[in-house]
């Protein structure tokens, strides 16, 4: 399986795999050195990073002190993909816009051969930001690239011997995760951002972002291990 992509790529980067326990340096510098090849061909990206350990962490603590809402907890969850955010944002600053995008409509153009985007408000994940931007930049798919190199049937963890699917409609897709969010969901694509990416006719591609030379295979068109969803 393969997919061809245009000169613009939207990447939601999950904080699981930048943010895991603590910050994974080791994963960032191998990242930053990862993306060279592909801008010296022209290539933008499109980072919406989020919040990981950082996240469920605050939240976490402020759990044992006060009763959260929900959107106290997304907030929490924003805020940390911020961090998390300008962390990378940093690390890319000879390429990267100064600016992150952290509501809709703050950066009309790309101009920088990397933008970074981070949360926007509560009701939904970063998935949702990446699926978003995708549409409002014109690109016809967002990379889904976090933990889960699949959608699977079931929790994997779980059932060891789920099914996995290397393709998968958003009809299909909907029917296998919750109707709604709720924050804390692990989905591989959150239902928001799946509602808007069956209305728009747009695809997510979920692939395990730690595996770099499979992305590379995915973003230079090769095959790749992953699933398509559209």
Do not use: C
Not at 99 to 111: E, M, S, W, Y
Not at 186 to 193: E, M, Q, T, Y
């Amino acid at each position: 399986m393969n997919y061809q992509f245009t000169k613009t790529i939207v990447v939601a980067l999950g904080g699981s795999i930048v943010h895991p326990d603590e910050i994974n340096t080791r994963f960032l510098k191998d990242f930053k050195k990862f993306l060279a090849p592909f801008l010296r061909r022209g290539v933008k990206f499109v980072f919406v990073v989020g919040g990981g350990a950082l996240a469920r962490r605050f939240q976490v603590a402020a759990h044992r002190v006060s009763r959260l809402t929900d959107d106290d907890k997304d907030w929490i969850g924003i805020h940390a993909t911020r961090l998390n955010a300008h962390l990378l944002r940093t690390i890319l600053r000879e390429i990267a816009d100064p600016v992150i995008i952290d509501a809709r409509g703050k950066l009309p153009k790309l101009t920088h051969p990397v933008t970074v985007a981070a949360g926007w408000r509560p009701g939904w994940s970063t998935d949702y930001v990446a699926m978003q931007l995708a549409a409002d930049y014109g690109v016809p798919e967002a990379v889904i690239a976090g933990k889960p190199s699949h959608v699977y049937e079931k929790d994997p963890g779980k059932f060891p011997r789920a099914k996995k699917f290397d393709a998968i409609t958003w009809r299909e897709y909907r029917k296998l995760v919750p109707a709604k969010w709720k924050p804390g969901l692990h989905a591989p694509v959150d239902p928001v951002a799946a509602a808007l990416g069956g209305r728009q006719g747009m695809k997510a591609i979920i692939v395990d972002g730690r595996d770099m030379r499979n992305f590379a295979a995915l973003l230079n068109g090769k095959e790749f291990e992953g699933t398509i969803i559209g």
